[in-house]
Structure formats: structure tokens, C-alpha cells
């Protein structure tokens, strides 16, 4: 891995901003299905358009870590961006991701720990993205999620672990949280509504 001072120095905002974008996204269906083990297994169109948009951008970071860190790579399908990224990272298959709203903690890199081990969310992406007539249930609420995980894991990893910038401006998730990711600050208020009691 680079260290520090060889990192480039800087990554737009517009991969953290398209994350947002599909976290929002996720974060709507969630007005209609609960985030909870149980529905794990809940599929629709709309979970399967959303995997498709994830997991492309999934892609889309794992192709740029790549490149960055291990450029002689060809890094032109998944096996390949494993034997990279676990070079560089080889403790990703541990990293959490929380759903404190759901009182969840998922490993989306989890299936990494061993050396045959395939990523099932993005197995799904594949089989939807080609054989969509027959593979539908797989466009399903877990799979989504943990795409949405592995994609949030890979901005931490990709602003921080390549790039300079650090994690200090990824900042606006409705719904997950990684380690290392700032917190916001909550300022009590200082003023009141009329009739209703000041701070003390």
C-alpha cells in the first residue's frame, strides 16, 4: 500500500454525492419494508434496479482502488479485484457497517475470508443483470443492502486508504455508519417555542 505522503491529493466530492444519492434511494423503500433480518428475503423491481445502480458503482471505486494500488492488476472482473483489494486491505472482510436503525451490523466483504469465498450480493448483481426473467428473487432486500454496505465501505477505503483527503467530509448518511466515519455534533437549542419551556 502507498504510504501517505505518495497518496494523491485529492478525490471530488462527486463519488461520496452519488452515494448519497443511493442511499436515499434505499432509504425510501423503507417507508414500505422494514430493515430487519426477516425480510431479508423481500424482492421487487425496484431492489433490483437499485442493486444494478450499486453494484456498477461498486465497480466503478474497486476499478479506481485498483489501479491506484496495484496497477499492474488488469482488475477487469471481480476475482482480480479481490486479489488486489484483500492485497491492500486484507483485513476488509471484518469491517462492519451499522444500521443503528435497525440495531443491524453487517460484513458486506464477510465471504473474502477465504479463498474460493464469492461475494453473494455480487453474484446477484450478475444473475440480474443478465437473467433477470429467472432470477428476479435475488433482487432482494439483503442482497441491496449489503451492496449499499460494500459501496459505502469502499468510499471509506477509497478516500482514505488511497486518496488524502480522509473520511472528515463524508458526512449526510441517513442510514449507515462505518467505523472511522465523523459523527455529528448535536447542539442542544438554545431557544424555545412560546409556551413551552426554555433550557433551563
Known amino acids: 500500500m502507498k504510504n501517505a505522503s505518495n497518496k494523491p491529493k485529492y478525490l471530488d466530492h462527486s463519488y461520496w454525492d452519488y452515494f448519497l444519492k443511493l442511499e436515499a434511494d434505499f432509504a425510501d423503500t ?7 433480518d426477516a425480510n431479508d428475503s423481500a424482492f421487487s423491481i ?25 496497477p499492474k492488476n488488469p482488475a477487469s472482473n471481480m476475482g482480480h479485484y479481490k486479489r488486489s483489494t484483500l ?4 483485513e476488509i ?18 465471504d ?29 432486500l439483503g ?4 451492496a449499499l454496505g460494500a459501496l459505502l465501505l469502499l468510499e ?23 467505523p472511522g466515519m465523523p459523527r455529528p455534533t448535536i447542539e442542544p437549542a438554545t431557544d424555545s417555542l412560546p409556551n413551552l419551556p426554555g433550557k433551563s
Open 156 to 178: 471509506i477505503y477509497l478516500h482514505s486508504g488511497v486518496f488524502a483527503n480522509g473520511t472528515k467530509e463524508l458526512y449526510g448518511t441517513r442510514l449507515l455508519r462505518t
Open 112 to 140: 473474502w475470508h477465504t479463498a474460493g469465498g464469492r461475494l453473494e450480493w455480487w453474484n446477484a448483481y450478475q444473475d440480474i443483470k443478465h437473467h433477470r426473467d429467472t432470477n428476479l428473487a435475488k433482487a432482494n
Open 93 to 110: 472482510h471484518t469491517a462492519p457497517v451499522y444500521l443503528n436503525r435497525s440495531q443491524r451490523t453487517i460484513y458486506p466483504f464477510a
Open 87 to 90: 492485497k491492500t486491505f486484507p
Open 46 to 70: 425496484e431492489f433490483a434496479q437499485q442493486l444494478v445502480c450499486i453494484c456498477t458503482e461498486c465497480e466503478a471505486l474497486i476499478k479506481k482502488i485498483c489501479k491506484a494500488t496495484d
Open 143 to 146: 442482497n441491496t443492502l449489503n
Open 30 to 36: 423503507l417507508r414500505y419494508i422494514e430493515c430487519c
